[in-house]
Structure formats: C-alpha cells, structure tokens
T-cell receptor, first 114, second 110 residues
C-alpha cells in the first residue's frame, strides 16, 4: 500500500513564475491538506480539500490555490512566485469522517525560488 | 488554537528512555494531544495521540496529566534513528488542521 506521494521532489523557479505541485493521498483517504515549511520552522497550514472543495484555509494569500480531483489527488498552485516562497511543501492525507484521524504526510517538494 | 510549549532541545543516550514534555495549559475539553516527529528532510510522521487517558503503541507512550494541562511523550528505548524534531500539537476533534510550533530537537547519542 503506497503512502502519500508527491511530485516533483525538487523544483527551481525564478521570481514571477508559476508552479504546480502534485499529491496523491494514501489509499482510502479522502482529504488532502497542504503545508509550507520554511527552513528551521514548523510546517504552516495552507489549506485543505475535501470533496473537491477547499474546506479550510490558513493565512496565505490568494496566490496560493489548489484543486482536488475525483480520485482525491490534489494540486497546489502558486502564482507570481516570490523569493519567500522557497520552502518545503508538504501534502498530508486523512479521512474526514469519524474520530480524530491522524494525518499521513508525504516526503515533500523542495521549491527554490531564485 | 491552543498553544503548546516545548523545550527547544534535549539529549538522550542510546538505549535509555527519552521523556519529552509538553505544556498545553489552555487546552479545551474537546481537544486531543497529538505527537508527530520529523526526521531531517522528511515529512512529519505521526506517533501517537490521546484525549485524557494514557496511551501506548508500538512507537511510544503518551502520559497526560489529570488536569490535561501537560503531557509527556516517552520513547522507552531510544535509538539513533529516533533523532528528530518532535512536535506536540493540540487539535479539536472534527478539525483537521495541524498547528505546528517549533518542536523539541531530540539528539540521541551512542
């Protein structure tokens, strides 16, 4: 059973460009959350998708957007990249219904903005 | 979101128990205590969670005080592979967002 997978592993972009990151959740999971982790910091919640809709959002600008597909996979899009967007982007999947289900994290995508 | 306070760093000898404390004095009655860890350059890994009773699984034990204002994660026999940043998080049931602090950097030495 594959866990959470993310692609690409690493990415280098320049300021002003746009980027799309991809995530496939763990088998059986229906909810995908995205986090940004700057160097030396804990992960920061960006948003969460369930039933193809954004359910919760953290304190991130509209340049950050996402999508969830019918197969529960998800994309994170960042427009007009800034140097400060350089970070490890983590995807986590879980089950929404029922108790306090734990989130399973993928290995992340390392984005460098030059 | 309830805030947590953890020591910045801790050391532990290989084979000994590692006891990682966490203060969450503003925790609400419907909030669970979660522990995750992050080994360098990897995604966070779920360890354990609890509401008010002590919990144990194959990785660790979680001891929550009776007033629920603090907890301790116990790794009974630490190994070098347990070197990581450990995050204590409180989260209401039904809410999925995890609010990470800066965690405790645990260094296990031979």
């Amino acid at each position: 059973d594959a866990g959470v997978t993310q692609s690409p592993t690493h990415l280098i972009k320049t300021r002003g460009q746009q980027v799309t990151l991809r995530c496939s959740p763990k088998s059986g999971h229906d909810t995908v959350s995205w986090y940004q982790q700057a160097l030396g910091q804990g992960p920061q919640f960006i948003f969460q998708y369930y039933e193809e809709e954004e359910r919760q959002r953290g304190n991130f600008p509209d340049r950050f957007s996402g999508h969830q597909f019918p197969n529960y996979s998800s994309e994170l899009n960042v427009n007009a990249l800034l140097l400060g967007d350089s970070a490890l982007y983590l995807c986590a999947s879980s089950l929404l219904a029922g108790g306090p289900h734990e989130q399973f994290f993928g290995p992340g995508t390392r984005l460098t903005v030059l | 979101d309830a805030k947590t306070t953890q020591p910045t760093s801790m050391d532990c000898a290989e084979g000994r128990a590692a006891n990682l404390p966490c203060n969450h004095s503003t925790i609400s009655g419907n909030e669970y205590v979660y522990w995750y860890r992050q080994i360098h350059s990897q995604g966070p890994q779920y360890i354990i969670h609890g509401l008010k009773n002590n919990e144990t699984n194959e990785m660790a034990s979680l001891i929550i005080t009776e007033d629920r204002k603090s907890s301790t994660l116990i790794l009974p026999h630490a190994t070098l592979r347990d070197t990581a940043v450990y995050y204590c998080i409180v989260r209401p049931t039904g809410f999925q967002k995890l609010v990470f602090g800066t965690g405790t950097r645990l260094l296990v030495s031979p």
